[in-house]
């Protein structure tokens, strides 16, 4: 089952702050979060593994609540580069497959 | 280094036409995915390739749908008798090995089925 995300869109001027939830209702073995601009292909964030364990950029940070199922994104003083679809993808312990969300449109104003 | 490669960019077709897509993978990595993404839409699996194993193949849509991957390398998604409802970005990624690592993504093939 694909994994929700809100919100669907967010607008920020630039510096402000913003969070993505990604929700699932199936037990989560890894959440992974990709960036994909207009026209171009989605670009890796992070990883969050079961356990804590995490991979990705420093300057991205995110969580994960394996009991609930959830996984948030923090972007924090955004920059005009931010603005993109942000997609959650979640794995249920194949390592194989991920499923993805519908994804959330962030757009940064000047 | 070389990324993740697909050919054609652009693909327009007649309805009812079969259609070849073509992904080259990052040299080394074992596996390979498929992806369909409708405008405006998230990212729909299709088939994933690790190695030597048999292919995932529980996202393909229909059996008009198939895909091959030769000599643990590049693959080919073939659509058979295309319909207008398969006009989407088709995404391959590529990912080394096996476990938790990022996959990285082509540019994609436009399809247009008219």
């Known amino acids: 089952q694909q994994p929700v995300q809100s919100p669907q869109a967010v607008i920020l001027r630039e510096g402000e702050d913003a969070v993505i939830n990604c929700s699932s209702s199936?037990?989560?073995?890894?959440v992974h979060w990709y960036r994909q601009k207009h026209g171009e292909a989605p670009v890796f964030l992070m990883i969050?593994?079961?356990?804590?364990e995490q991979k990705g950029h420093d300057k991205i940070s995110a969580s994960f609540n394996e009991k609930k199922q959830q996984s948030s994104l923090y972007l924090t003083a955004s920059q005009l580069s931010y603005s993109g679809t942000y997609f959650c993808?979640?794995?249920?312990?194949?390592?194989?497959?991920?499923?993805f969300g519908s994804g959330t449109q962030l757009t940064v104003l000047p | 280094g070389a990324g993740v490669s697909q050919s054609p960019s652009n693909k327009v077709t007649e309805k009812g036409k079969d259609v070849e897509l073509r992904c080259d993978p990052i040299?080394?990595?074992?596996?390979l995915y498929w992806y369909r993404q409708s405008l405006g839409q998230g990212l729909e699996f299709l088939i994933y390739f690790q190695g030597n194993s048999a292919p995932d193949k529980s996202g393909l849509p229909s059996d008009r749908f198939s895909a091959e991957r030769t000599g643990g390398s590049v693959s080919t998604l073939t659509i058979q008798r295309t319909q207008q409802e398969d006009s989407a970005v088709y995404l391959c990624?590529?990912?080394?090995?096996?476990?938790?690592?990022?996959?990285?993504f082509g540019p994609g093939t436009r399809l247009t089925v008219l």
């Open positions: 993808g979640t794995d249920s312990g194949s390592a194989r497959q991920l499923t």
């Open positions: 969050l593994l079961k356990g804590g």
């Open positions: 199936k037990a989560l073995y890894s």
């Open positions: 040299s080394g990595h074992t596996a």
């Open positions: 990624a590529s990912r080394p090995g096996q476990g938790f690592n990022e996959q990285f």
